[in-house]
């Protein structure tokens, strides 16, 4: 018997092993034409334990399916390129034949030609050339998907097969990002497990089909991550974009989900909302690319659509950021199951595994599209580097100059530089629109450069648009955002390059003997006042100008000045050198050792103007009714970028919590379920100190937590648009939105919330609620001025009550101090001028 199970099993050992026809998929999923899949390679199955489809992996099991596909097959490299904020890895598979794996860096060379030296590339380089792609899955954790898909997508690069397997291999590098949002993904799939049966159920009202709040499509400060392209806040976004900038893929894809009524978007979409930056080629490739997918989808009977709902206008979206760059984005949106079955009421049951296999589906047809259209892709990327003088002269801009308070130029600069923008110092003063810059003190950046056309995204003002309605915002200036003074120039003498980081570096000029005296108005300012309150140091806040003898001779400080005397504290004047020095240098801060109490002019350092600070303890209300979006931004300012702990206290248990633990209560928006507004007004009397900003400001305003503020009513437009043909009734309304608009406004700078800040700051508005200003004197910190639009689209129901509105109230509430800022200070975590507002009434909010 055992020679004969022997003889067995060499014959089954000597068998040919049949090779897979299919892809490992449920529902199935036919292999592309003429491929195989060698079955040595491991399938998702491997390490999810059950067939792709069946259930949502784990971001872990995405990073080990990738790993074993790089141990078993050549054509595969895994690279960790970043680490989230929670420490996960952040890792793309570079895909290649093994023969291009072996030249990879002559290959990212040859590629990077196209932008840095696109007059030497010839039609027959490009002939020559592969085309590189970056393949994006699941930005927003809970739309799970497409990160599913990319197993499959692994499988069949690693394991098919076969002459068109070849020519894939050899005429692509594709870097493929299995999981952009690691953080987001691991809370969503963890819901999702948590309340999974054995046999699931198709009930939309299920716990497992509805995520407790804040959700899983946020990073772990809750940011969406697809907004973040541009503006690089978070670890994620950085690391990715500086692959981008590394390899500058020609075509980058974004797989996303939607809602479970629809059925399948790729682009192109709406062509009306293109930005205008964008070259008109880009939209040409991307509806021939939609070809293949559209063959694709038609061959397993799936619907979709191309042309409606989604914008190619605000380059801060991954599908978008690559249109400025030479490149072409492109977006996918999947109807969502969201759990592993839901019953839907226009498309029946819609299981997990079919919307995952509509995902790896166009994953493939964007390969064949590759292959097909290589060098028409290639010739595009370097065409639009060619065409970059061009299209700056077309312009009419020389040169973007800037200037203001050190730290936020410093961080602007260093944004720029990673999106390879090449940015001068100011070589001679120069006057535009009004005002001056001076030289050594601004940043001009030229427009004539390769990145014209993302310069031009990134600096424009626009106020005219050929479209109403916005996917997302309609405006962003980056300077503006920043807090920064601004123009356009055709006269500006390009000084120094800038080549490395332009932060501030912080010094003490001189030793003191009485006091420190710390300027207000660098933005990393409140992170050394929080240091310093955190070693139990008093920190005295100067309410009025003063001159002083320094190091450097005499000098002027300004209201906000923080003196940190020598005397009346705990620590020894060793310790307190010793801090002020780390806090200096590690916050970019000038600080001033000061010999004498007495000030030369203006109020001494002991002055009964002058009170200490007192150290904020902070509690922000989130939870479900609230608005997860700006109560992480908040978060993300206090806690990550100041260092400020921050106790996060959930609105429904509000009137269950002990307020008086806190001395800083910060609402941002939201309904507020639950929470007695009575209560919140008490505390505030009993000398608590309320922060309110946007809808948070609003509900506080009209709940009667703040009293005096009136609410401003626009004109109504129900009767126009009623009397419209019923197809253009929803467009319509929609264009009576404010689509994030820059709204200029008028600050008090000598009041403590407007210490250290310029006297006109812009403010990123998309809510429609406007207040009149304060009758009581000095209650009204910022007013926004008569026309104060400067960019961004306004309906013109608006333009009235806009005008004069209340930006910032600041009002004395029995013992306590409330401050309602009526816009998202803190604006996709780069708002960075009003956030510095915000800053001031979290820590001088007690001081007016």
Known sequence: MRHRLAAALALLAAAPVIAQQNLPIVPALAAPAGVTYDPSVPTPEAVLGVPLGMRHARPDELVEYARRLDAASDRIAVVEYGRTYEGRPLIHAIVTSPSNHARLEAIRQQHLRLSDDPGDVSDADLARM??????????????????????????????????????????????????????????????????????????????????????????????????????????????????????????????????????????????????????????????????????????????????????????????????????????????????????????????????????????????????????????????????????????????????????????????????????????????????????????????????????????????????????????????????????????????????????????????????????????????????????????????????????????????????????????????????????????????????????????????????????????LVVGEGTNSLPAGEMWHLLGERTRVPVSLLEARRLNAVDLYRYNTLVMTGGSYPGVRAEDVRTWVQRGGRLVATGQGAEWAARNGVVTGLDAKTAPSTDSTIRALPFAQQRDARGAESIAGALFEARVDTTHPVGYGLPDRLVFFRDADAFFRPPTAPGQAVATYTASPRIAGYLPRRYARSAGGSAAVVAQRIGQGRAVLIFDDPTFRGFWLGTSQLALNAVFFGGSF
Do not use: C
């Open 130 to 619: 592969p085309v590189v792609a970056y393949f994006g899955y699941s930005v927003h954790g809970n739309e799970a998907s497409g990160a599913d898909a990319s197993m499959g997508a692994l499988y069949h690069l690693a394991a098919g097969r076969g002459p068109e397997m070849d020519r894939l291999l050899e005429n692509t590098v594709i870097l493929l990002d299995p999981s952009m949002n690691p953080d987001g993904r691991g809370r969503f799939v963890s819901w999702i497990d948590r309340y999974a049966g054995a046999n699931p159920t198709a009930d939309g009202q299920d716990l497992e089909h509805n995520e407790a709040w804040p959700g899983g499509r946020g990073n772990h400060y809750w940011f969406d991550l697809n907004r973040d392209w541009l503006p690089l806040v978070h670890p994620e976004s950085a690391a990715r974009v500086a692959q981008f900038h590394r390899w500058r893929p020609t075509v980058l894809l974004d797989w996303h989900e939607m809602g479970g009524e629809a059925t399948y978007f790729f682009q192109p979409g709406v062509a009306s909302r293109v930005n205008p930056s964008t070259p008109s080629d880009n939209q040409t490739l991307t509806a021939r690319i939609a070809q293949f997918h559209g063959r694709a989808l038609d061959r397993i009977g799936s619907l979709y659509y191309t042309g409606e709902g989604f914008d190619d206008f605000y380059y801060g979206k991954g599908s978008t950021f690559p249109d400025a760059q030479g490149s072409i984005g492109i977006l996918f949106e999947q109807a969502s199951s969201r759990a592993r079955v839901v019953d839907t009421g226009n498309n029946g049951r819609l299981t997990y595994g079919f919307t995952v296999r509509n995902q790896l589906v166009t994953s493939l047809s964007t390969m064949e599209a590759l292959v097909a259209m290589r060098e028409d892709l290639l010739r595009h990327t370097r065409d639009v580097y060619r065409g970059a003088s061009g299209f700056a002269r077309s312009q009419g801009v020389g040169a973007y100059v800037f200037a203001g308070e050190a730290s936020r130029a410093g961080m602007l600069v260093d944004l720029l530089r990673a999106h390879r923008i090449r940015v001068h110092r100011l070589g001679q003063t120069v006057t535009a629109e009004g005002q001056t810059f001076r030289a050594g003190e601004a940043f001009v950046v030229p427009a004539d450069q390769p990145q014209a056309r993302l310069i031009r995204g990134m600096m424009e003002r626009p106020t005219t648009f050929t479209d109403s309605l916005f996917y997302d915002v309609s405006a962003w200036t980056y300077p503006l955002a920043y807090g920064l003074r601004f123009a356009e120039t055709n006269g500006a003498r390009l000084g120094a390059e800038v080549t490395n980081s332009a932060a501030p570096q912080g010094r003490v000029i001189g030793r003191a003997t009485v006091a420190y005296a710390i300027p207000w108005g660098r933005f990393y300012a409140a992170r050394a006042l929080f240091r310093l309150q955190d070693k139990g140091v008093r920190v005295r806040l100067t309410a009025s100008p003063f001159d002083a003898q320094t190091a450097e001779g005499r000098r002027t400080f300004g209201r906000g000045t923080l003196v940190v005397t020598l005397g009346h504290q705990d620590a020894p004047a060793d310790s307190l050198h010793r801090w002020i020095e780390y806090a200096a240098q590690q916050d970019g801060l000038d600080v001033y050792g000061l010999s004498s109490g007495l000030a030369l002019s203006g109020a001494d350092i002991g002055s009964i103007g002058s009170n200490v600070l007192a150290k904020p303890v902070v509690a």
